[in-house]
């Protein structure tokens, strides 16, 4: 398999990110050490374009966008959707940073015919809205694993479908990221398996700690091939729960990863802004974000 990195795969599409108008010019290396902050649009609970807003409000980088729900023709793919999107994105500077393909949870990429069809309309919308990542879920009904064995006919299905949409998603500039409960060494083998550089792991080191694997030992073995990472820890604030996020910290400056951090974190006050600007700031604080 070819290992391309992450940053070898985005570097010839932030250029053009750039020049379009969605990402300030200089792009992620004036970013303290290359991260910026974005959260999940469902977590903010503040799904469609107004978001953008909220996100502003909070002083993020960016918001993680839901496709929408499993329709034959997904909302994020109606170009006059969008470009409510494209305008606020001009009006407050904040940028769609991934696209979330949340409705997988309810019906699976594995077993759903609609599965390629909608990973190319995602793969689309996403190049439009000048992101890179999208977000491929597999939780619920989506889940790749049984107890602690793997569905070995959905994970076959799957990677029959990755490898089918892989080559849109590279022309396209975009990453097709996997979340998933499965461990570092289970995602490497589908993606060893699919065998292209468009298809990575997306992080979630709240998830990865709740499933009891050595998050920091899992990220340095994954590598480059992370695309992007969730931050949360159930229902408290950064680096008050049960996620360890010193040795967090240390393997992601290990392997190097510049790019989006997305807060999927809860609100222990009640007070949704200020307990995502708090989470923020802790991260800022923790990975030496200007």
């Given at each position: 398999?070819n290992?391309?990195?992450?940053?070898?795969?985005?570097a010839?599409?932030?250029?053009g990110?750039?020049?379009?108008?969605?990402?300030?010019?200089?792009?992620?290396?004036?970013?303290?050490?290359g991260?910026?902050?974005?959260?999940?649009?469902?977590s903010?609970?503040a799904?469609?374009?107004?978001?953008?807003n909220?996100?502003?409000?909070?002083r993020?980088?960016g918001?993680?966008?839901?496709?929408?729900e499993?329709?034959?023709?997904?909302?994020i793919?109606d170009?006059?959707?969008r470009e409510?999107?494209k305008?606020?994105?001009?009006?407050?500077?904040?940028?769609?940073?991934?696209?979330?393909?949340?409705f997988?949870?309810?019906?699976?990429?594995?077993t759903?015919?609609?599965?390629?069809?909608?990973?190319?309309q995602?793969i689309?919308?996403?190049?439009?809205?000048?992101?890179?990542?999208?977000?491929?879920?597999?939780?619920?009904?989506?889940?790749?694993?049984?107890?602690?064995?793997?569905?070995?006919a959905?994970?076959?299905a799957?990677?029959?479908?990755?490898?089918?949409?892989?080559?849109?998603?590279?022309?396209?500039?975009?990453?097709?990221?996997?979340?998933n409960?499965l461990?570092?060494k289970?995602?490497?083998?589908?993606?060893?398996?699919?065998g292209?550089?468009?298809?990575?792991?997306?992080?979630?080191?709240?998830?990865?700690?709740?499933?009891?694997?050595?998050?920091?030992?899992?990220?340095?073995?994954?590598?480059?091939?992370i695309?992007?990472?969730?931050?949360?820890?159930?229902?408290?604030y950064?680096?008050?729960g049960?996620?360890a996020?010193?040795?967090?910290?240390?393997?992601?400056n290990?392997?190097g990863?510049?790019?989006?951090?997305?807060?999927?974190?809860?609100?222990?006050?009640?007070?949704r802004?200020?307990?995502?600007?708090?989470?923020?700031n802790?991260?800022?604080?923790l990975?030496?974000?200007?």
């Amino acid at each position: 398999m070819n290992t391309l990195s992450r940053r070898q795969f985005l570097a010839g599409t932030a250029a053009g990110v750039a020049a379009w108008g969605l990402m300030p010019a200089a792009g992620y290396a004036q970013a303290g050490k290359g991260i910026r902050l974005s959260a999940c649009d469902w977590s903010l609970g503040a799904k469609g374009p107004d978001g953008l807003n909220v996100a502003k409000a909070i002083r993020l980088d960016g918001l993680e966008v839901s496709a929408g729900e499993a329709t034959d023709t997904l909302q994020i793919a109606d170009p006059s959707y969008r470009e409510q999107y494209k305008n606020l994105m001009k009006t407050t500077g904040i940028v769609v940073s991934s696209v979330a393909m949340g409705f997988l949870n309810g019906s699976p990429l594995a077993t759903e015919p609609r599965g390629v069809a909608w990973l190319e309309q995602t793969i689309g919308a996403t190049k439009d809205l000048g992101a890179s990542v999208i977000l491929i879920a597999f939780f619920g009904k989506g889940d790749l694993r049984k107890g602690n064995e793997l569905k070995k006919a959905e994970v076959d299905a799957l990677v029959g479908k990755l490898k089918e949409a892989a080559p849109k998603a590279k022309e396209s500039g975009v990453i097709l990221g996997l979340e998933n409960t499965l461990s570092a060494k289970q995602n490497l083998d589908i993606l060893e398996r699919v065998g292209h550089d468009a298809v990575q792991v997306y992080y979630d080191i709240g998830n990865s700690t709740s499933n009891g694997y050595d998050v920091p030992a899992e990220i340095r073995l994954l590598g480059g091939r992370i695309c992007q990472f969730h931050f949360k820890d159930g229902g408290h604030y950064l680096g008050e729960g049960d996620v360890a996020m010193q040795p967090v910290a240390e393997a992601m400056n290990a392997i190097g990863y510049k790019g989006w951090v997305v807060l999927e974190t809860s609100v222990p006050s009640k007070d949704r802004d200020a307990d995502f600007r708090k989470n923020a700031n802790f991260v800022r604080g923790l990975l030496g974000v200007a």
